[in-house]
C-alpha cells in the first residue's frame, strides 16, 4: 500500500474536459515515471446536462484513480470551437479548479483533438469540419508530424458551406504541398451536399473530441510547460455574431458575416 501511495505521488496527473458538442466528457491521464500512460474517462451524451454532469464525472474519475484533487498536476480542456454554452462550462470548471487548487490550465483546440485520434503516419491533411449551425462550418486542418505531434495547416474558422470543398482542396495543395487529405469531423453528415465529391477513401472516423484525446495532448502540451494561469484561459471563440433578424436571414445572413461577404468586401 505504502509502495502504491509513493508511485502515485510520483505520477503526473492531467484532469480533462471536453464540453464543445453534445457528448459531456471527463478523462484523467496518469503518466508515471517509465512513460507508462493510464486513463480514466467518463462520458456522458445530453447537450442540455453539461452544467450538471460534469463536476459528479469528475469526481466519479477521480474516485476510479483513488486519488484526491489535490493530486492533480493540471487540469485540461476542450476550449472549442464548438457549441458556446459547452464551451462555457468547460472553461468555467476548469477555471474553479485551477483557481481552488493553484493548479495552471492547459487549452486544447477541440478541432485537434478530432484530428488527435486518426492513426496517421502517411502525412495526410487532417482535414476536420464540425458543423456550427445556420450552413456553416468550423473548419481546421492539421497533419501528424514526428511522435504524433500535430502541425496546424488551418487554424479553426467559420466557413459558409458554398463553395467548401474548392476551398479545402486549393488550400490543402498549397499549405501540404499537395498531400492527399482525410475529412474528418460531423461536418459531412450534418451537410452532406457540402462534401458530396469527397470519396470514401478521403472520409475518416472521427467525429468529435473526445476527452480523452484532450488529454494526450494536454500532456504533450504540459510537458513543454505550454500552460497558462486559470485567469487567462478563455474559450476559443470563432463566431462574432450569433444571431440574426428575419430579414437578415431572408436576406441570405448567416453565422459570421465576414465569412460570407464577398471578395474584395469587409
Keep these: 500500500m505504502l509502495l502504491d501511495l509513493q508511485s502515485q505521488a510520483m505520477?503526473?496527473?492531467?484532469?480533462?474536459?471536453?464540453t464543445s458538442s453534445a457528448c459531456c466528457g471527463v478523462a484523467l491521464l496518469r503518466a508515471d515515471e517509465t512513460g507508462a500512460v493510464d486513463l480514466y474517462?467518463?462520458?456522458?451524451v445530453g447537450v442540455q446536462e453539461h452544467s450538471a454532469r460534469l463536476l459528479p464525472m469528475v469526481e466519479e474519475v477521480l474516485a476510479e484513480a483513488g486519488i484526491a484533487r489535490s493530486a492533480l498536476d493540471a487540469i485540461a480542456f476542450?476550449?472549442?470551437?464548438?457549441?458556446?454554452?459547452?464551451?462555457?462550462?468547460?472553461?468555467?470548471?476548469?477555471?474553479?479548479?485551477?483557481?481552488?487548487?493553484?493548479?495552471?490550465l492547459v487549452p486544447v483546440v477541440s478541432h485537434a483533438a478530432v484530428a488527435e485520434q486518426v492513426e496517421d503516419d502517411a502525412g495526410r491533411a487532417l482535414v476536420v469540419a464540425m458543423d456550427a449551425r445556420m450552413e456553416e462550418i468550423y473548419l481546421a486542418a492539421y497533419r501528424k508530424?514526428?511522435?504524433?505531434?500535430?502541425e496546424t495547416?488551418?487554424?479553426?474558422q467559420l466557413m459558409a458551406c458554398a463553395g467548401l470543398e474548392s476551398w479545402i482542396r486549393a488550400q490543402i495543395a498549397q499549405l501540404a504541398d499537395g498531400a492527399s487529405l482525410l475529412l474528418c469531423g460531423d461536418g459531412a453528415c450534418a451537410y452532406p451536399?457540402?462534401?458530396?465529391?469527397?470519396?470514401?477513401?478521403?472520409?475518416?472516423?472521427?467525429?468529435?473530441?473526445?476527452?480523452?484525446?484532450?488529454?494526450?495532448?494536454?500532456?504533450?502540451?504540459?510537458?513543454?510547460?505550454?500552460?497558462?494561469?486559470?485567469e487567462l484561459a478563455a474559450p476559443l471563440y470563432v463566431r462574432d455574431k450569433v444571431a440574426f433578424t428575419t430579414v437578415e436571414r431572408q436576406a441570405g445572413a448567416g453565422g459570421n458575416p465576414r465569412v460570407s461577404?464577398?471578395?474584395?468586401?469587409?
Excluded: K
Design 153 to 156: 495547416l488551418i487554424a479553426p
Design 11 to 18: 505520477a503526473l496527473h492531467i484532469l480533462s474536459l471536453e
Design 261 to 266: 461577404a464577398p471578395a474584395g468586401q469587409p
Design 78 to 104: 476542450g476550449q472549442g470551437p464548438g457549441g458556446f454554452t459547452g464551451l462555457r462550462v468547460a472553461c468555467g470548471v476548469a477555471q474553479g479548479l485551477g483557481f481552488s487548487l493553484g493548479r495552471p
Design 41 to 44: 474517462c467518463r462520458e456522458h
Design 193 to 230: 451536399h457540402a462534401f458530396s465529391g469527397f470519396a470514401l477513401h478521403e472520409r475518416g472516423a472521427p467525429e468529435r473530441p473526445t476527452a480523452a484525446s484532450v488529454a494526450r495532448l494536454a500532456h504533450a502540451a504540459f510537458l513543454r510547460n505550454e500552460t497558462v494561469a486559470p
Design 145 to 150: 508530424r514526428d511522435e504524433g505531434r500535430l
